[in-house]
């Protein structure tokens, strides 16, 4: 079994930053894929960036130059650096891990963005 451990998430004012951690424990294989996506209210869960094993990174259009996504192979941790936040980033991003045949959610962290 895996388990996803996320933290980072809260409130923040416009402009500002937050990192979202990801841990990940149990059984976990080199060529796997780590991500984050996120859910706004009344919208679908939508891919914000991943990572692969190799390194090789993929963004969502509307957040790049404005996050980050990092990945600690040997701690098994993936990091989404976000900055310059804006209120429409609010949302719960979840943390995912796809392995051979398997994929795992994290509980979801949320997002604020307000003044």
């Known amino acids: 079994q895996v388990q996803l451990d996320e933290s980072g998430g809260g409130l923040v004012q416009p402009g500002g930053s937050l990192r979202l951690s990801c841990a990940a424990s149990g059984t976990i294989f080199s060529i796997s894929t780590m991500g984050w996506y996120r859910q706004a209210p009344g919208k679908e869960r939508e891919l914000v960036a991943d990572i692969t094993f190799t390194g090789y990174k993929k963004y969502r259009d509307s957040v790049k130059g404005r996050f980050t996504i990092s990945r600690d192979k040997h701690k098994n941790v993936v990091y989404l650096q976000m900055n310059s936040l804006r209120p429409e980033h609010r949302a719960v991003y979840y943390c995912?891990?796809?392995?051979?045949?398997?994929?795992?959610w994290g509980q979801g962290n949320q997002v604020t963005v307000s003044s």
């Open positions: 995912k891990l796809v392995q051979p045949r398997l994929t795992y």
